[in-house]
C-alpha cells in the first residue's frame, strides 16, 4: 500500500484564496518531503522537513508534520494561477533505506 | 545546463521488444533512482543506485534492469515490454540517501 496518502485528491480554489493539502502515512520516517509536478515534467522540491520538526516556511509555503498522528499539511497562502499543478508528499521511512516513497498527489487548479 | 536528463523523452514500441531509457545527471550526486508513473499519476520506486548498492522493489519485475556505467549514468533496460508497461519513466538523482530528489522530465513509454 501507498505510504503516503494524499488528501483532497483534487483541489480547485480561486486566485488569491489559500490552498491546503493533507498528507497521512504509516510508518516510522526519517523525513517528509514536498514535491511539485507540472503538466508533462519532472518532479520538483518544495521543502524537506525531519521528523523532529514540527512546522517549516519557505516563501508563500508552510508545512506542518505531527508525528504522532503520521501526517503533515502543506499550506499554499495567496495562491496564484501559477501554483496550478500536482503536489505530491513523500517520506524517507526508517525501516526503507533511501528509497522515498511517493503518495498519490493532489491535483491542484487556482483559477484566475 | 540540465540537471537531470532523460531520452527519449517519448517511447512507442511494440510488446515483446526490448528498450533502454538513458538517464545522466550532472549534479555530481552518488544516489540515482528510477521511479514508475502511472495513469493515475501514482509514483512508484523501482530502483536505488549509488555506486556501492542496488537496492530493488521487489514488487518490480525482473524484466527491468539497471545498468550504470558510471556514477553520471543509470540507464533503465526493459525486456519484453507488456502493455502494462505503458506508463512514464522518472530518472532522478540526490546527494546522499535521505536528501532532496532531483528529477528528469519523464520517459512516456507506450507499449502497443
Known amino acids: 500500500s501507498q505510504q503516503g496518502e494524499e488528501d483532497p485528491q483534487a483541489l480547485s480554489i480561486q486566485e488569491g484564496e489559500n490552498a491546503t493539502m493533507n498528507c497521512s502515512y504509516k510508518?516510522?520516517?526519517?523525513?517528509l518531503q514536498w514535491y511539485r509536478q507540472n503538466s508533462g515534467r519532472g518532479l520538483v522540491h518544495l521543502i524537506l522537513?525531519?521528523?523532529?520538526?514540527r512546522e517549516k516556511h519557505s516563501g508563500r509555503l508552510r508545512v506542518t508534520l505531527d508525528t504522532s498522528k503520521k501526517s503533515s499539511s502543506l499550506l499554499i497562502t495567496a495562491s496564484r494561477a501559477a501554483d496550478t499543478a500536482s503536489y505530491f508528499c513523500?517520506?524517507?521511512?526508517?525501516?526503507?533505506?533511501?528509497?522515498?516513497?511517493f503518495g498519490g498527489g493532489t491535483r491542484l487548479m487556482v483559477k484566475p | 545546463d540540465t540537471a537531470v536528463s532523460q531520452t527519449p523523452k517519448y517511447l512507442v514500441t511494440q510488446m515483446g521488444n526490448d528498450k533502454s531509457i538513458k538517464c545522466e545527471q550532472n549534479?555530481?550526486?552518488?544516489?540515482m533512482y528510477w521511479y514508475k508513473q502511472d495513469s493515475k499519476k501514482f509514483l512508484k520506486i523501482m530502483f536505488s543506485?549509488?555506486?556501492?548498492?542496488?537496492?530493488i522493489n521487489e514488487t518490480v519485475p525482473n524484466r527491468f534492469s539497471p545498468k550504470s556505467p558510471d556514477k553520471a549514468h543509470l540507464n533503465l533496460h526493459i525486456n519484453s515490454l507488456e502493455l502494462g508497461d505503458s506508463a512514464v519513466y522518472f530518472c532522478?538523482?540526490?546527494?546522499?540517501?535521505?536528501?532532496?530528489?532531483?528529477f528528469g522530465n519523464g520517459t512516456r513509454l507506450t507499449v502497443t
Open positions: 532522478a538523482s540526490s546527494h546522499g540517501g535521505l536528501s532532496t530528489l532531483h
Open positions: 510508518t516510522s520516517i526519517n523525513n
Open positions: 522537513i525531519r521528523s523532529n520538526e
Open positions: 513523500a517520506t524517507h521511512d526508517n525501516n526503507a533505506g533511501n528509497m522515498l516513497t
Open positions: 549534479l555530481g550526486h552518488d544516489t
Open positions: 543506485y549509488n555506486n556501492k548498492e542496488l537496492i
